[in-house]
């Protein structure tokens, strides 16, 4: 591949066989544009049958190929639904304007497409990648209150520049090359996070037990109400960041001073300290509570709950917002990465979660936690335990980082492999 300097309409990066001068059209021009329907939802005999019925929220993946519902050819001749080749582009043209997809057979959709069949002059998968690039294009010429949507006859004059069908076809098998390696790391995060989900609940329900250096057996497990274990000093303290009157104004942050940690500031099990909005140090020691110090383990209880974080700073403190409280480990007996592995597990989620069921909001006030029960291995247990889970944590996080590396790239490709409109 090569960069393009001179002043011709081409893009910024090809492949060196070809020099070609890009040639300006109208999306209406590369595809027939179809429309989608939907039989009548009471009349049974149009559904369950051979044909696959997509809807916009069924674009999820590049490909395509099995639907949630299915319609019979009666309900396909009863409404305006219609059969789309095998290669069709199924664009979303309501409310999740340009979320597109390529099926993988015949199928037909809902009143929400309009699908782009493409012609023997073209490659699908180009056109494919164009979209993706070009997504705002179809967004700022939609329209509606309700929600947004673009029309046929909108999208038909839309203008692109393409190269030639073989062109075309060598930046579609690149990308194509691209996407499949993203879904090779999309697959291995699956199946590592399974895995995970999977360990933890044996770990949690006492099927799988660690065992000591000299391969005996630990004591048995203690089930402590949280209360009990605040009374024993094995949590040393306990609280949130609930203010009340102290509750900080909007204009009194700042860009440096004491963090004022959020429930959204916890990135990857970690605060993202360097994130967070700050008060001058004066106004934070007004603050009676909610005063997190490093090593703290912090859970979030309003709004979005069950997000866990370990506090790691040099400061001397932070404070926390009312989305979040702190526990404090006495790490003689209770090792504070293994608190986090206790929160995020099936064990101590059912029991927030059926307190949640109970109210109209998702919160777990303070001195509810205080009552739910958590598991308490012997503190070398704890570690290993802990570690064990912490080393997949870290594989998972890894290929996370590889798939955003991989997007990104995919991103700076399309910018540069495309010519603008």
Same mark, same amino acid.
């Given at each position: ?27 209406g ?54 059969i ?18 390529i ?21 699908s ?7 993706i690039e ?5 967004i ?21 520049h ?7 076809q ?12 993203? +879904?090779? !790391?999309?697959? =291995?995060? /699956?199946?590592?996070?399974? &895995?995970?989900?999977?360990?933890? #609940? $044996? %770990?949690?329900? +006492?099927? !799988?037990?660690? =065992?000591? /250096?000299?391969?005996?057996? &630990?004591?048995?497990?203690?089930? #402590? $109400? %949280? ?195």
């Amino acid at each position: 591949m090569q960069v393009i300097t001179e002043n011709k309409l081409v893009p910024k990066l090809r492949f060196g066989e070809f020099d070609s001068e890009w040639k300006q059209t109208a999306l209406g021009n590369t595809s027939e544009i179809i429309g989608g329907g939907t039989p009548e939802t009471v009349k049974p005999e149009y559904w369950g049958g051979m044909i696959q019925w997509f809807t916009p929220s069924e674009l999820k993946q590049k490909y395509v190929s099995k639907s949630k519902r299915t319609i019979t050819d009666i309900g396909l001749k009863k409404s305006s639904a219609k059969i789309l080749p095998k290669g069709t582009l199924l664009f979303s043209s309501r409310a999740t304007v340009g979320e597109v997809a390529i099926a993988l057979n015949e199928c037909c959709t809902n009143q929400g497409f309009q699908s782009f069949v493409v012609n023997s002059l073209n490659n699908s998968e180009f056109l494919y990648n164009w979209i993706i690039e070009n997504k705002n294009k179809f967004i700022k010429l939609s329209s509606g209150s309700t929600f947004l949507e673009i029309s046929k006859k909108e999208i038909v004059k839309i203008k692109l520049h393409l190269p030639s069908l073989p062109e075309q076809q060598k930046i579609a098998s690149f990308l194509s090359a691209v996407d499949d390696k993203l +879904q090779q !790391l999309t697959k =291995k995060k /699956d199946l590592l996070e399974e &895995y995970k989900k999977g360990v933890m #609940q $044996k %770990i949690f329900s +006492q099927e !799988l037990r660690f =065992k000591d /250096d000299n391969g005996n057996n &630990y004591p048995d497990w203690e089930i #402590q $109400k %949280i209360q009990k274990l605040l009374n024993e000093g094995v949590i040393i303290s306990h609280l949130d960041g609930n203010h009340g009157a102290l509750y900080p104004k909007s204009e009194e942050f700042t860009k440096e001073g004491v963090p004022y940690v959020t429930a959204n500031d916890f990135i990857g099990g970690f605060v993202d300290i360097n994130g967070c909005r700050c008060l001058p140090e004066d106004r934070a020691k007004q603050f009676k509570k909610g005063i997190a110090r490093n090593g703290d383990v912090l859970f979030a209880h309003n709004a979005t709950v069950g997000p866990t974080a370990i506090l790691q700073t040099q400061l001397d403190y932070v404070i926390l917002s009312t989305t979040a409280t702190y526990y404090r480990c006495n790490i003689e007996k209770l090792d504070n990465k293994f608190l986090v592995k206790v929160f995020e597990s099936n064990f101590f989620v059912k029991q927030y979660s059926r307190v949640m069921s109970q109210s109209t909001r998702n919160q777990v006030p303070i001195t509810m936690q205080r009552t739910f029960f958590i598991p308490l291995p012997h503190l070398p247990e704890q570690q290993k335990i802990a570690n064990f889970l912490s080393a997949l944590d870290v594989k998972i996080e890894l290929v996370i980082t590889q798939i955003v590396n991989t997007q990104s790239f995919k991103k700076g490709l399309l910018q540069q492999m495309f010519v603008a409109a």
